[in-house]
């Protein structure tokens, strides 16, 4: 690995870049590895998403940054009841002392959310077979994280420590990929993304958990824990990290989004290719919901760019988007005639949808994504609002092509209690096996396509598809679906501007007047638009 490297394009502080006023002090103690009393979930995948078909840090290409110990610019040393830490001709030194039974661990400032992480080990001299060392990742502050490493025989785990008690994910498992005996060396690393975990040794995949505890960024650090009251010590080196910003990782799995292609660019116009399969979204930012997927090698029109330098504004046909505009991260990207384009402003986001907390013994999904939550199994119905990732929700049918999953939501968000999710960005956890029944997709409603206002004219154009209510409210009757793009003439607002009042046809209400939620419209000369006093639900 190379000790240093550049910047890239503004998205990221990287590992080796020391900033005294980024850096989180690391507990003087840890916290007792106490037996599990939180027995890991199974959880089966439907779908699930697959390793990388080889060496991680190979097939990524170049880290976003590294740490070669050649100092302590990114830590803070100790030397407590617990354990001694120091850097010693280019390694980080870590003493367990023979505290039995506690995990000591020391973090980092960066702090991640979705990426490939390895060290490399030198197994200790001297150790006890259940000693444990290696990583800890996804830390929301000090006292809490994931925990993947070795065992002194060479056996690998993964466990989590809540701030309370341990969950074991991984059981303490033997593998030929590991090498052992003193002073050995394995090179150990994992992905987090979303809530799977895929864990590595010298390059080869071992296996795949899943847990949405800690799903947000966190911080990287390492650990050691002594099983008996003798101490050992460990060394790293080369710590790695490659950030999976909006990659859709892995590339390949048992049941991929499927991948759209980008609309041909204009001839000399700024465009952006794809280096890999990577996520086309809403807005910049993985707080987005995901449009699709397109592949490598796809060439799209570039548009603008993002504040931060992180992410293009790229042409997309408006029955996608209808604003025309989908976003794409700018990592993932080789860009061309891109030095003028515009910084974009952010699209607002789409309102959350909060979801039911699920019974221990249901089916349940849970999502890796920011995911829209609808009326029925399609893009044609209309949203609800947006999931955020780890969201889970009891599960009651699905639909019959498998692509969809019915859940059970609060009637405050849904009438009839039901709100539907894309299968290809949850994970299903069905501890008690039970079948899960094909429900009949819901009526679709009538398509409601309002006259095409005057240019200049007060104007809101519909971002997804949207119901056509008879009054402010989400309660109110739905005359039917405007499609994604429908443009209509606004009359009024209500007085806290969550709702806009539209011409319709009178063949589809009597006044010829309807309400669309603000949430899933663009507005374009609404300022003076008066507000209009309605009864609730005519």
């Known amino acids: 690995m190379k000790k240093l490297l550049p910047l890239l394009t503004l998205l990221f502080v990287l590992f080796l870049a020391a900033c005294a006023s980024s850096t989180q002090p690391p507990p003087e103690a840890a916290p007792t590895d106490v037996p599990p009393t939180t027995a890991p979930t199974e959880v089966q995948p439907t779908p699930t998403l697959a390793p990388i078909p080889g060496d991680p840090a190979e097939l990524l290409g170049e880290p976003t940054g590294v740490d070669t110990f050649d100092s302590a610019a990114n830590w803070t040393l100790f030397d407590n009841q617990c354990f001694k830490s120091e850097i010693t001709d280019g390694k980080y030194v870590m003493t367990a002392k023979g505290l039995e039974g506690i995990v000591c661990w020391e973090v980092s400032w960066p702090q991640i959310k979705d990426f490939y992480n390895e060290i490399t080990i030198d197994m200790p001299e001297q150790c006890q077979p259940d000693d444990r060392f290696g990583l800890l990742f996804r830390a929301p502050d000090n006292n809490r994280g994931y925990l993947y490493g070795l065992t002194c025989d060479g056996r690998y785990t993964m466990t989590m420590w809540d701030g309370e008690t341990t969950t074991v994910i991984v059981e303490p498992t033997s593998s030929e990929a590991i090498n052992t005996g003193p002073e050995a060396v394995n090179r150990i690393g994992v992905v987090a993304y979303g809530g799977n975990y895929f864990l590595y040794a010298n390059g080869v995949f071992l296996t795949e958990a899943q847990d949405f505890t800690f799903t947000q960024e966190g911080l990287l650090g390492l650990y050691v824990r002594a099983s008996t009251d003798q101490s050992f010590v460990v060394e790293y080196d080369n710590l790695g990290v490659w950030v999976l910003n909006d990659q859709y990782y892995p590339p390949t799995s ?4 499927p991948t ?4 041909t660019p204009e001839p000399g116009s700024a465009t952006v290719t794809t280096i890999t399969y990577v996520n086309v979204r809403s807005g910049p930012g993985t ?16 548009i603008g760019i993002s504040e931060d330098g992180a992410w293009y504004a790229i042409v997309l046909p408006t029955t996608i988007s209808a604003s025309g505009t989908g976003w794409i991260s700018a990592m993932y990207v080789i860009p061309e005639n891109t030095e003028n384009l515009p910084i974009m402003a952010a699209p607002p986001l789409p309102p959350g949808v909060e979801l039911p907390p699920p019974d221990a ?7 890796f994504e920011p995911i829209n939550v609808r009326s029925g199994p399609g893009t044609q119905y209309p949203s609800y609002g ?10 009651i049918g699905i639909s019959a092509d498998g692509i969809w999953y019915a859940a059970s939501i609060s009637t405050d968000v849904a009438p009839d209690g039901v709100g539907w999710v894309n299968a290809n960005y949850v994970v299903l956890s069905n501890p008690t096996g039970a079948e899960i029944p094909v429900i009949t997709n819901p009526e679709e409603l009538p398509p409601v396509a309002p006259p095409p206002p005057a240019e200049g004219a007060p104007t809101v154009t519909s971002t997804d598809a949207i119901n056509v209510r008879t009054g402010p409210s989400n309660q109110c009757s739905s005359y039917g679906v405007a499609p994604i793009g429908s443009s209509a003439l606004a009359i009024g607002i209500n007085a806290d501007g969550t709702w806009y009042q539209i011409q319709i046809s009178t063949d589809i209400a009597p006044d010829g007047l309807g309400w669309v939620n603000a949430n899933y419209v663009i507005p374009s000369n609404t300022e003076n638009l008066p507000v209009t006093e309605s009864q609730l639900c005519p």
């Open 287 to 302: 707080h987005y919901p995901i449009y699709f997927v397109t592949e490598p090698g796809a060439t799209g029109q570039a």
């Open 260 to 263: 759209q292609p980008l609309p």
């Open 254 to 257: 048992s049941s991929p989004p």
């Open 361 to 367: 013994s249901a089916p349940t999904v849970t999502n």
């Open 386 to 395: 947006v999931a955020p990732v780890g969201s889970s929700a009891p599960v």
